[in-house]
């Protein structure tokens, strides 16, 4: 089914190439490796947003365990608990961390915020010593920062952006409710908060795309005007690399305590080791992006 979508994210490389004759190829791997994890992070998203399931398929539930126990009826009136015996039915997560204690699933919430930060920033590094030594600055900028990272990036969260209020059920099935990891307490309902990030998704993955395609088949714009256009693209960037940190919690809720959007099978540890790596990518390049274009376009303006 992602057929169409790697289509799509290579004409668009097609697109932002096509008044240049040739691409290092060393530039070529890199950008082929970008477009892949470009169309890997949202085209499942968008396939549950457009299509319906056949109806022969049911609801997959996550993984269950059954056991005999006996259940607590705890009357908050009179302060006293009657017990009866039963059979429980317990949901576990397949990474088991839910059942951990809360302060173990506290320290699991902080340690992947520091494992993102570890691993992304010897990436950042790698991206600037390719640049430097592999590319050079100047190709980098015209092939890269100009236009094929900006549109590329922006339309993936353009795309992701319309699937938070085309399958905006499925987004709120992933959002931590209260009390998750025993700290997460954030005021506004799942379908506020998917809400917003959706419309900044939307609105900085345009503005990356229309200053890449600026840059790509070039401007006759006044001066003045140019100038302010330039600053689109550090700022979308920007914009693009806190929000990915920010909705973070819901990649690490679903694996800590399993949550899949909507109709999804359950996921294994080998989904999230492959995301953890694309979101290590995304951030590494949101940053990259949004510190280079920024220094271009504040070189122009002192030119």
């Known amino acids: 089914p992602s057929q169409p979508f790697n289509h799509l994210a290579f004409f668009v490389v097609s697109v932002a190439m096509m008044r240049r004759r ?104 790698l991206l600037e010593s390719f640049s430097q030594s592999v590319v050079g600055l100047e190709r980098w900028r015209i092939y890269m920062i100009n236009s094929t990272l900006p549109i590329l990036i922006g339309l993936v969260y353009l795309l992701g952006g319309i699937g938070h209020f085309a399958a905006a059920d499925s987004f709120q099935d992933i959002y931590p409710p209260m009390g998750t990891w025993g700290i997460w307490y954030l005021p506004g309902s799942a379908a506020f908060h998917v809400a917003w990030t959706g419309i900044i998704e939307l609105f900085c993955g345009a503005g990356l795309i229309f200053s890449g395609i600026r840059d790509a088949i070039g401007s006759e714009d006044g001066e003045e005007e140019n100038i302010l256009i330039n600053f689109i693209k550090p700022i979308c960037a920007s914009m693009l690399f806190l929000l990915t940190i920010l909705v973070t919690p819901a990649n690490i809720y679903m694996f800590t305590h399993g949550a899949v959007m909507e109709d999804m099978a359950p996921l294994d540890m080998s989904f999230h080791v492959i995301r953890f790596v694309v979101q290590v990518t995304f951030l590494s390049l949101l940053f990259t992006l949004a510190r280079d274009s920024f220094f271009y376009a504040w070189g122009d303006e002192l030119d």
């Not at 993984?63 to 705890?74: D, R």
């Not at 397949?94 to 920033?121: C, H, K, R």
């Open 22 to 125: 040739c691409v290092p190829s060393a530039a070529s791997m890199l950008l082929l490796l970008i477009a892949s994890c470009c169309v890997q992070q949202h085209h499942h998203l968008l396939i549950s947003a457009f299509t319906l399931p056949p109806p022969s398929l049911s609801r997959i539930h996550q993984p269950t365990t059954t056991c005999s126990g006996t259940v607590i009826n705890f009357d908050q009136t009179t302060k006293r608990g009657t017990a009866k015996s039963s059979s429980l039915v317990i949901n576990s997560s397949p990474s088991g961390i839910d059942e951990w204690p809360i302060i173990s699933q506290t320290a699991v919430f902080f340690g992947a915020y520091a494992g993102l930060a570890l691993a992304s920033y010897p990436t950042i590094k």
